[in-house]
């Protein structure tokens, strides 16, 4: 059994990656509890517009296989692959 570990950021989502460990940092630095600190970096990252599309376009997809969609473009079904 492997254990995965946490997503490892594309090179488009280095820039937003940044901004949350900085953000972060700073606002821990400044005295702000951990769940402050986790919404002020969740705050930076929305703010680089690929990472917000990026996000978009999968809640898109996951909201489709939810509901259960026969066909998305795009996507091959998992017993396909």
């Known amino acids: 059994m492997s254990v995965d570990g946490p997503p ?9 990656c940044r901004r949350a460990c900085l953000a972060y940092d700073a606002w821990l630095q400044a005295g702000a509890s951990d769940q402050e600190a986790r919404e002020a970096a969740v705050a930076a990252v ?7 599309e990026a996000n978009r376009e999968r809640w898109q997809l996951f909201e489709m296989k939810k509901e259960g969609a ?11 692959r």
Do not use: C, F, K, Y
């Open 8 to 16: 490892i950021p594309t090179e488009d989502q280095l820039p937003a």
């Open 70 to 80: 026969a066909t998305i473009p795009g996507h091959q079904p998992d017993s396909d």
């Open 46 to 52: 929305q703010t680089v517009p690929a990472w917000r």
